[in-house]
Nanobody, 122 residues
Framework: QDLLVESGGGSVQAGGSLRLSCAAS????????LGWFRQAPGKEREGVAY????????YYASSVKGRFTISQDNAKNMLYLEMENLEPEDTAVYFC???????????????WGQGTQVTVSS
């Protein structure tokens, strides 16, 4: 059983927008930290944004702050990443991830989705 399933990736031109979705099982969603990560070809995986599902404050990587918005729908156990003003440097596989308890750091995420490709052309 997949605990986290991403969708919404695709190809877009620079300056465009995309919305990623992550369907989470109740097991990993409730009162946990959920986040988005990405991995570009030849680069290490990096954190993009995370949020604690129980009324947490979202946190963003500096590279996406002001352009990306993480949000949640507690009724549906859904996590979203609204991406605006996309740049070619945003091209990567985007992963949804979860860990127990509050967020605080980018580390120790236990559960991972399969990823969804985002490609931004110039």
């Amino acid at each position: 059983q997949d605990l986290l399933v991403e969708s919404g990736g695709g190809s877009v031109q620079a300056g465009g927008s995309l919305r990623l979705s992550c369907a989470a099982s109740e097991y990993v969603y409730d009162r946990n930290c959920l986040g988005w990560f990405r991995q570009a070809p030849g680069k290490e995986r990096e954190g993009v944004a995370y949020i604690y599902t129980n009324r947490g404050t979202p946190y963003y990587a500096s590279s996406v702050k002001g352009r990306f918005t993480i949000s949640q729908d507690n009724a549906k156990n859904m996590l979203y990443l609204e991406m605006e003003n996309l740049e070619p440097e945003d091209t990567a596989v985007y992963f949804c991830a979860a860990k127990y308890g509050r967020c605080r750091t980018w580390g120790d995420f236990t559960y991972w989705g399969q990823g969804t490709q985002v490609t931004v052309s110039s």
